[in-house]
């Protein structure tokens, strides 16, 4: 083989592919410095404001941190989600593991190709298609690029959008604090204008005062109401600032418990945060790993290429001596010249030798490099890690300072509600006292009308004053009306609100179903990834084995150049017939050796081949047998379908009916008494014929129920033997369908079956047939009585002596022929059953 050749297309891949890697990490790690860098200034900035303002720009840097890590993570979905990307010349989309494995099915190819002919005109039409494809897979990797770039835009539109409902609903706030004011306001207007009615009450009572100097007691009552409506007035002030001060206290605690709410978002992002720069760093370690170990496995290579440079320049003197030894014993002109030969053909080898292992030193000095600025990067993680945690543990701080300034909060707000309870209850109690006050009042007033009377002018005067009165209070009635208005109103925007609020939900939720769907992409991203790596690891131990083979192949070259049984290789050209001229030049035992290589390389294919067949034969025995399984319990569930039928057609026989309904038609007839009356009236020979005719109609009465019994019975043996045999062979068609893949469970199931359906079959026949026997020996009572009876009346009435012997002698014989063969009947329809 020709090394040089040989691993040419394999580097030019790898080439490609490490520059690639190395452009994406550098473009990835640009990235990340620009998020860092941007993150840094975000959180260098609330440290440079006022302490006043602290609060409110740390709300705005939080909210800026959610922003950024939602991007950050909506990009990383993206860039985990396996989309395909349009590579080949024809505009189909592919994904970038089909490219991959075709670049490694061409290598081989290639590789192929050199082991058999390294001096083939087909070797640069390979690389070119080397090249395409590695072209093309640089396309695809741009098109992910601008795929992520699109994802990008839309997360950014998405954000745009929420942003805008976030402002619909601040000036939803904002209209709900505006009418919030309003609120105020007309409250504030109520209050002015319940002080202007108790100014007016205190006019009223000075002009009372000034009207009623006469009574004392009158007057008394009145600047005792006086003093309590002050009292009243006063303590709704300071009712009015009490709420006030509750109000304002509840909105600090909602504008705490939102800050908390945040706060601990906040926390919860920074610990994921920490989770993925953590993971971040254990990859970069796993890396390191990596290369280190790609280090010690070239570094053994390079050991191994120096032992074997060792083996050849001892191989080398071991021949210079032989060739010392040779050419004192033969001619010096023909030793020279085959020494000279050998000896440029080895330092031919040797120089190819050097070139290779230069090559393998850059390759490991390319590599250090890369190797340096993974360590940096993991440094650089680690020390963001450490600010991370400083910031953590401030913001945790904080969270402390917050809970306890909510907690004391709470215990201001317990206080005062219990306060607010206890005016409240105060209030109720002066209320009591007013209208209990003004009842009195009224009466007084009352007392006041009937002893009034002669000041005409001051009632004139009173009544414009209640006028003025009732004005005011439908002015306040007015104002009641608008404040419920405003009150409706703030129903209907807190309903608008309520159903902003669940507009955000569902785009929540359709925002949550969008990244589980790109987590589930990422999974199979990763899936496939891993796929590539085992394939990786197949490819390169398949590439272990070729190279030992190539080893032991050199091995036996050099021990039989050894031997000295034929020339070394001179020239690039002979590379071409090498294996018919060493199969040629080779003795028995290398030719044997080299065979025995060969077998055993076609035996292993055949042997792979051989398993993969096997592997396919047991995947599709495997569907036949699930096929064959579903169709056998289809034909199952068929089978207990036919059996429900059957059970149901069973319980609704009709024949037993038809045989009880003609037992009822026999039992009416008439009784032993109206044949006596007929005997008694009748001439003295037509009782005789009266009582043959009664035992005619007696007999054919009895054939006819035999007759309907023998059919009743004669169908439900034909029911009892024919439904069982048949579901039966039905049960048994199905079993074989099942015994390849059932086997003694179909069996066992298909007898319980069986066994199940005779036992119901058994049961309803034997019932049915104890049903007829027991009507049969009713109806043989009944008519044994009758006929004693009729024959007694004969032998009252008449002296016949053969005529009394004959009727009974029948009837019993009869009888007995009945009972005999119901219990034919009982007997043939168990054997029946039984069978």
């Known amino acids: 083989m020709a090394p040089g050749r040989a691993t040419s297309p394999r580097s030019v891949a790898r080439r490609l592919v490490t520059r690639h890697a190395v452009t994406g990490r550098r473009t990835g790690s640009g990235r990340a410095g620009d998020e860092a860098a941007g993150r840094n200034s975000l959180r260098r900035r609330p440290l440079c404001y006022s302490s006043s303002k602290w609060k409110q720009k740390r709300v705005e840097f939080l909210k800026l941190r959610r922003r950024e890590s939602k991007l950050s993570w909506f990009v990383k979905s993206v860039l985990n989600s396996s989309r395909p990307s349009s590579i080949s010349d024809n505009g189909a989309n592919e994904p970038a593991r089909v490219l991959l494995e075709r670049l490694f099915a061409q290598t081989q190819k290639l590789e192929q190709q050199i082991g058999r002919d390294p001096s083939s005109t087909e070797l640069g039409v390979g690389l070119g298609e080397l090249e395409l494809e590695l072209q093309a897979a640089l396309v695809a990797l741009k098109k992910k690029e601008e795929d992520l770039q699109d994802a990008e835009r839309k997360v950014v539109l998405e954000f745009n959008e929420i942003h805008q409902a976030r402002k619909s609903l601040e000036r939803r706030e904002e209209e709900m604090a505006a009418a919030t004011l309003k609120q105020e306001k007309l409250e504030e207007e109520l209050r002015l204008a319940n002080v202007e009615l108790a ?255 002669e000041l005409v002018e001051a009632r004139l005067e009173i009544q414009h004053l209640k006028s003025e009165l009732v004005s005011l209070q439908l002015i306040l009635e007015q104002k009641n009306l608008e404040l419920s208005d405003a009150k409706e109103m703030l129903e209907e925007l807190s309903h608008q609100i309520a159903e902003l609020k669940g507009i955000l939900s569902s785009r929540e939720e359709e925002l949550i179903g969008a990244v589980s769907e790109l987590k589930e992409k990422g999974q199979h991203v990763l899936t496939m990834q891993h796929e590539l790596t085992n394939a990786q690891l197949k490819f390169s131990e398949a590439e272990a084995v070729v190279g030992k083979i190539v080893d032991l192949t050199n091995e036996v070259v050099l021990s039989l150049n050894d031997q000295g049984y034929y020339a070394l290789i001179p020239t690039e050209k002979e590379n071409h017939g090498l294996s ?125 129920i035999f007759s309907g019994y023998k059919s009743s019975t004669l169908t439900l043996n034909a029911r009892v033997s024919g439904w069982p045999s048949g579901l039966i062979g039905g049960l048994f068609g199905s079993a074989h369908g099942l015994r390849a893949a059932l086997t003694s469970l179909g069996e066992v199931a298909i007898e319980k079956l069986q066994l199940e359906a005779a036992q119901l079959e058994v049961e309803a026949a034997t019932s049915a047939l104890e049903r007829i026997t027991e009507l049969s020996r009713q109806l043989l009572h009944q008519a044994g009585l009758s006929i004693e009876a009729e024959n007694d009346i004969l032998l009252r009435e008449q002296d016949d002596d053969g005529s009394e012997e004959e009727c009974p002698v029948e009837v019993k014989d009869e009888v007995s022929r009945l009972l005999s063969l119901t219990e034919d009947l009982v007997r043939d329809a168990s054997m029946n059953l039984l069978t």
């Open 199 to 453: 100014s007016r009450a205190l006019e009223i009572s000075d002009l009372k005062l000034q009207l009623n100097e006469r009574d004392d007691k009158i007057s008394a009552s009145q600047v005792a109401l006086l003093v309590k409506e002050e009292e009243i007035a006063k303590m709704e002030q300071e009712l009015i600032k009490k709420t006030d001060e509750a109000a304002n206290a509840e909105s600090q605690l909602r504008f705490k418990s939102r800050l908390l709410d945040e706060a601990n978002k906040v926390v919860e992002k920074q610990a994921l945060e920490l989770q993925q720069l953590q993971r971040v760093i254990r990859e970069k370690e796993e890396e390191l790993g990596n290369s280190i170990r790609m280090q010690e496995s070239e570094s053994e290579k390079l050991k191994n290429a120096e032992a074997r440079l060792e083996k050849q320049t001892m191989d080398w003197l071991t021949a210079q001596e032989e060739l010392r030894k040779l050419a004192e014993q033969t001619s010096k002109h023909v030793v020279l010249a085959s020494s000279k030969e050998k000896m440029e053909s080895q330092d031919r080898l040797l120089e190819k030798q050097l070139n290779e292992l230069e090559e393998l030193r850059q390759s490991i000095m390319s590599y250090l490099p890369s190797l340096r600025d993974a360590e940096a990067e993991v440094v650089s993680e680690r020390a963001k890690l450490r600010v991370a945690e400083a910031q953590n543990e401030e913001l945790k701080r904080d969270l402390l300072l917050e809970k306890e300034l909510v907690a004391e909060l709470q215990a201001m707000l317990d206080k005062e509600r219990s306060a607010l309870k206890q005016a409240v209850s105060e209030l109720s109690a002066l209320r009591e006292e007013i209208d209990s006050k003004t009842a009195a009042f009224e009466q007084s007033q009352t007392l006041l009308t009937a002893k009034e009377s």
């Open 580 to 704: 018919s001229s060493l199969l040629d030049r080779l003795p028995d035992s290398s030719k044997w050796q080299v065979k025995q290589l060969e077998t055993e390389l076609e035996f292993t294919r055949e042997s792979l081949r051989a398993k993969e067949m096997e592997v396919l034969a047991a995947n599709k025995d495997l569907i036949m047998k699930d096929e064959e399984l579903n169709v056998a319990i289809r034909k199952l569930d068929a089978k207990e379908k036919e059996i429900a039928k059957l059970r149901e057609g069973v319980m609704q026989d009709k024949d037993l009916k038809q045989l009880y309904a003609l037992s009822q038609e026999i039992i009416g007839e008439k009784s032993v008494g109206e044949v006596r009356d007929v005997n008694r009236a009748g001439p003295p020979g037509f009782g005789p014929t009266l009582l043959g005719l009664r035992v005619n109609r007696v007999r054919a009465n009895r054939v006819e």
